[in-house]
């Protein structure tokens, strides 16, 4: 929604009388709350495949010149260690 729209929305909300304030919000919280109770909607197959095929160009994008970068135990030692440094010398 554009910032003009909602401009005009609360100008509009603000002629109101604090009555028909209420019952506004009372209704926007039931259909906000009914659009949360729904379960989100499946992505049809086109849609699918092209966010996966849309993901599958940033596989291996980023090199980092490590031949280990993708080494999980190695990662956690790294984070372990960052994690427990006092960086008090910084």
Partial sequence: MAASQYQLIVRQAQQLSP??????I??????LAEREAQPPQPADDEAARSARERFARWIGAV???NPNSADNEQIDADLA???GATHEDE
């Fill in 19 to 24: 009555q028909e304030q209420l019952r506004l």
């Fill in 63 to 65: 090199n980092s010149g």
């Fill in 26 to 31: 009372q209704q926007l919280a039931e259909q």
């Fill in 81 to 83: 260690r960052e994690y």
